[in-house]
């Protein structure tokens, strides 16, 4: 069975849980307590040494990596729906995901981390600026008549960008000035075995 070692409250770990879900996989959950430095210790790091949550266990196969995470699993579960297979619609997922370590992860993941985990080293000023325009790249490719980033169906890239997009309140941003992106952050909650974590409930329609 596979194995995720991850964080209830990682936005990372929560994008693997979903695509599990999504794909209707059964897995066994295995919590990484990162308050008591459960991610530094050698068990931990002999299996990802980059000492980071989230770490997808399959077999004899162990990776590191949310993004990484979601490809496998996309590729491996989930055929090409969730991860196509020509070139140009590739390329367009991948942008995303690459969005979601650059962009992201300096924007509304930073924010997070300041007000929620209180990482006073983080440049909060700077982390606003790049939500604010992070979310605004998103709300105008959303209003070109998309529901979904890319293939006019959920993918990875969905997967990847959700969960901090989402989980922007929790770090002051406000999804108020970004109609869209309110809107497909329901559709995704719609999703047949969408599941939520704190901070991002399931919508009533998938109740």
């Known amino acids: 069975m596979l194995e995720l070692h991850g964080h209830e409250l990682s936005g990372n770990t929560y994008k693997v849980k979903l695509l599990l879900s999504l794909l209707g996989l059964e ?3 295995i919590a990484v307590d ?3 430095g459960a991610h530094k210790k050698p068990e931990f790091l002999a299996l990802n040494p980059f000492g980071q949550v989230p770490v997808l266990v399959d077999g004899e196969i162990v990776l590191a990596d949310a993004q990484g995470i979601l490809v496998y699993l996309a590729r491996q579960y989930g055929g090409e729906e969730w991860l196509p297979l020509e070139a140009l619609p ?10 979601a370590t650059g962009e992201v992860r300096q924007g509304p993941e930073s924010a997070r981390l300041y007000h929620l985990f209180n990482a006073k080293t983080i440049n909060i ?5 790049k939500a604010e325009f992070i979310l605004g790249q998103l709300d ?4 070109e008549n998309r529901d979904w980033l890319e293939c006019d169906r959920p993918t990875v890239a969905d997967i990847a960008i959700f969960p901090y997009i989402a989980l922007a309140p929790d770090g002051k941003i406000s999804l108020d000035p970004y109609p869209y992106v309110r809107a497909w952050i329901d559709r995704v909650k719609t999703l047949p075995g ?3 974590m704190p901070g991002i409930e399931k919508s009533l329609a998938t109740q």
Do not use: E, N
């Open 34 to 36: 990162l308050l008591k």
């Open 90 to 99: 590739l390329a367009q997922v991948m942008r995303w995901l690459s969005a």
């Open 125 to 129: 000023d700077r982390a606003c600026q």
């Open 194 to 196: 969408f599941v939520g």
């Open 27 to 29: 897995y066994k959950w």
């Open 140 to 143: 105008r490719h959303l209003s």
